[in-house]
């Protein structure tokens, strides 16, 4: 199983920081930034979003700077296989538009817009309903993508 982290990033307007993505998985869609935790290194969820925020984001963070919103897995995502991701919310407002980089160009994007956008299934059925909310704990979800974009919560 891979392990991996999404960065959910707004700016003061309350728009989110989203990608437009070059690779699999998700090619061609909208989603947030993130990437493979170095489990080699017993590398943490925190850590792994600082990295990746500034890899693809150029965006200087700490560990700190970082809330665990939510763990999602997934068993059989296309071009993925079985993946659990944190998802990791930046306690700031962040104005910048980072440059594009090699995983994709980036878009800040109203809430209210999102839905109506090419995003993932899995953001579109689960995710970002939830994320609107803003619960005051973690939520956790399993998902089978055998048959995606039919998915199934486990």
């Known amino acids: 199983m891979k392990l991996a982290t999404l960065l959910y990033i707004h700016n003061s307007k309350g728009e989110y920081l989203l990608m437009n993505r070059k690779k699999n998985p998700n090619k061609g869609l909208l989603s947030p930034p993130g990437g493979k935790l170095h489990t080699d290194e017993a590398e943490s969820p925190s850590a792994c979003a600082v990295r990746e925020a500034m890899e ?35 306690k700031y407002a962040y104005n910048v538009l980072p440059p594009p980089c090699n995983e994709g160009e980036f878009t800040f994007v109203s809430p209210d817009e999102i ?22 704990e973690p939520f956790i979800i399993t998902l089978d993508c055998t048959n995606y974009p039919k998915i199934i919560k486990i």
């Open 56 to 90: 693809e984001c150029s965006m200087k963070s700490a560990e700190g700077d970082w809330s665990l919103t939510g763990i999602i897995t997934e068993k059989n995502f296309p071009d993925a296989g079985n993946i659990m991701i944190f998802l990791m919310t930046y």
């Open 115 to 136: 839905m109506s956008m090419d995003i993932p299934e899995t953001d579109r059925q689960f995710i970002w309903d939830i994320l609107k909310k803003e619960a005051s």
